[in-house]
T-cell receptor, first 114, second 113 residues
Framework: AQSVAQPEDQVNVAEGNPLTVKCTYSVSGNPYLFWYVQYPNRGLQFLLKYITGDNLVKGSYGFEAEFNKSQTSFHLKKPSALVSDSALYFC????????????FGTGTRLQVFP | DAGVIQSPRHEVTEMGQEVTLRCKPISGHNSLFWYRQTMMRGLELLIYFNNNVPIDDSGMPEDRFSAKMPNASFSTLKIQPSEPRDSAVYFCASNSQVGDTQYFGPGTRLTVL
């Protein structure tokens, strides 16, 4: 069955330090992977996606993600965290080639401390 | 572009009442999605349309829920009768083609008393 897992409910990091938010997936075939961010009382905002090509994907607000096929992971990273990065982050995977259906992870709350 | 527009932003109603949520997708987008977000179940897809036709409604909880897309610029999600367990944030999203990024609206926070 297709699935996506975010093993950490919360990640705490000091401002200026690098951050990583973890995501692993299970799909048949080649995965389409997405990261979204949700600020309080707002909708989800698209950060980046992996469809094919370079394993390192660069996205909005200085975020990037590394696709690792052997580990079936798509971790979100940023070299230097900002307090304003504090939000809820969702990883998602498209469940099939001919469908637009996404499965979302349970979300990881990122807290960046000054 | 105005993005995906949802109305109302907040809805408080009493159990048994009919609730209608509305969505206007981004102009030119061909697919529209309805999601529900709760603490217990996270973010789950309820139904999605492509070119105004329902493609996958396997996430619709039960017959009390129905969704329509009468034209390319408007969709509704209706709950009749509403129950307290329907309390959630309902998001609408749209994209331009299969596999493309889905863009989300601000959501409707529904509270059923």
């Amino acid at each position: 069955a297709q699935s996506v897992a975010q093993p950490e409910d919360q990640v705490n990091v000091a401002e200026g330090n690098p951050l990583t938010v973890k995501c692993t997936y299970s799909v048949s075939g080649n995965p389409y992977l997405f990261w979204y961010v949700q600020y309080p009382n707002r909708g989800l905002q698209f950060l980046l996606k992996y469809i094919t090509g370079d394993n390192l994907v660069k996205g909005s607000y200085g975020f990037e993600a590394e696709f690792n096929k052997s580990q079936t992971s798509f971790h979100l990273k940023k070299p230097s965290a900002l307090v304003s990065d504090s939000a809820l982050y969702f990883c998602a995977v498209r469940v099939g080639y001919n469908t637009d259906k996404l499965i979302f992870g349970t979300g990881t709350r990122l807290q960046v401390f000054p | 572009d105005a993005g995906v527009i949802q109305s109302p932003r907040h809805e408080v109603t009493e159990m048994g009442q009919e609730v209608t949520l509305r969505c206007k997708p981004i102009s030119g987008h061909n697919s529209l999605f309805w999601y529900r977000q709760t603490m217990m179940r996270g973010l789950e897809l309820l139904i999605y349309f492509n070119n105004n036709v329902p493609i996958d409604d396997s996430g619709m909880p039960e017959d009390r829920f129905s969704a329509k897309m009468p034209n390319a610029s408007f969709s509704t999600l209706k709950i009749q009768p509403s129950e307290p367990r329907d309390s959630a944030v309902y998001f609408c999203a749209s994209n331009s083609q299969v596999g493309d990024t889905q863009y989300f609206g601000p959501g409707t926070r529904l509270t059923v008393l």
